[in-house]
């Protein structure tokens, strides 16, 4: 799991900089608008509004667009879209399972955007609940190193329910059950540790290892899938190593 997550965050760095910088901020739009319809407007008593208000203002959008989500999804300011969340299952090239979270609204258009990007790049299309077993539902802070040490990490948030600290490089990915994110989440603020996002997030339960061709495939297949804005997160079971994560750049 740790090249997933080692690629995913990198790869969240270099979005913000390229071309991908207006989809990225579509889609944490998205995701304010979506929580604030979904659990009310006032991001104090609704967590999961509150961290995608987070996760956005880190990745420098712009606070009229994220209020501006926030209302149209509360309800008090007109606009909103009926989003739904679809879940699609397949496999990328070499065996890997994958799972694909779309936040849509239309479902037709979304599920052409996925068939085309699987089948165009090696991969193919899964019944519902033949690769969802192979994932668990868990939350997943990320937290920029810094100064910080792993003991710092785990310290702060071993009794808020925090199964493990996982060090990603330039960041530690915080494991723990769905239900705990919030408690862990506070945990990291009390004791004045800066985070760069906490969500729910699926983990796999085994991971495919893959070498550097079998890394690149599966790689363009979820840039594919990325690149729809239907396509909300890619969830992948692969494995790789830092050297081909080198190689491969």
């Not at 910088?21 to 509004?49: S, Y």
């Not at 991969?123 to 003991?151: C, H, Q, W």
């Not at 408690?183 to 290892?209: C, H, K, N």
Request: proline letters at 3%.
């Amino acid at each position: 799991m740790s090249g997933h997550s080692k690629w995913a965050t990198t790869k969240h760095k270099k979005a913000v900089i390229d071309a991908k910088r207006g989809k990225l901020f579509a889609k944490l739009i998205k995701n304010v608008e979506v929580a604030a319809r979904t659990g009310g407007p006032d991001p104090e008593g609704n967590p999961t509004l509150f961290d995608a208000i987070q996760k956005a203002k880190k990745n420098s959008v712009p606070n009229d667009n994220i209020e501006r989500a926030r209302k149209r999804g509360g309800g008090l300011e007109a606009g909103g879209a009926d989003w739904q969340t679809i879940m699609y299952e397949g496999y990328a090239p070499g065996g890997v399972a994958v799972l694909i979270e779309c936040l849509t609204d239309n479902r037709n258009r979304a599920a052409s955007e996925v068939r085309t990007a699987m089948t165009r790049n090696g991969g193919s299309m899964a019944d519902a609940g033949s690769v969802s077993y192979m994932f668990n539902r868990k939350g997943v802070v990320i937290v920029p190193k810094g100064s910080l040490t792993e003991d710092d990490v785990l310290t702060a948030v071993l009794e808020a329910g925090a199964e493990e600290v996982n060090d990603l490089g330039e960041n530690f990915e915080v494991v723990c059950e769905a239900g705990d994110l919030v408690a862990v989440r506070t945990a990291l603020q009390e004791a004045g540790i800066d985070y760069e996002s906490a969500e729910a997030s699926f983990l796999p339960t085994l991971s495919v290892p893959l070498d550097e061709e079998g890394a690149k495939k599966v790689f363009r297949l979820i840039d594919a899938l990325e690149d729809s804005d239907d396509v909300q997160n890619v969830y992948a079971n692969f494995e790789v190593s830092d050297e081909i994560m080198e190689k491969i750049g």
